[in-house]
């Protein structure tokens, strides 16, 4: 995002190009002055996977091209909520602490109820 103490107030014009297509696409917007509570700008329309190269032209001042690629993103319908399958020593630890809880308060119980004079 251009320097808002600069450009502050100013209409930037946005180039990106879509690496493997090569397609040219140019956004307009103006650089908000400072103290600047949000420092960048959000393009739309970007496919995964993507390389672009972008630069600012502010007047006569051009950036240099600063190159980025896009992740990939997965359909969130495809993500596998399901609980996976537990195994066998899991089953066992689990029967393990609960019988030994069991024990334990009817062992609290008897203590305080029988055993207290």
Request: glycine share 6%; proline share 3%.
């Amino acid at each position: 995002m251009p320097d808002c103490s600069i450009y502050g107030n100013q209409s930037v014009l946005l180039l990106y190009t879509e690496a493997p297509t090569n397609l040219n696409n140019t956004v307009n917007f103006t650089v908000q002055p400072c103290p600047v509570s949000q420092s960048w700008y959000l393009l739309g329309n970007l496919k995964n996977g993507t390389t672009y190269s972008m630069s600012y032209k502010i007047g006569n001042d051009t950036s240099s091209v600063l190159t980025n690629t896009t992740t990939n993103v997965n359909d969130y319908q495809q993500i596998d909520t399901g609980l996976r399958a537990r195994s066998g020593a899991m089953v066992v630890i689990t029967v393990i602490l609960s019988l030994a809880m069991v024990f334990l308060l009817v062992g609290i119980i008897l203590v305080f109820f029988f055993f207290s004079g």
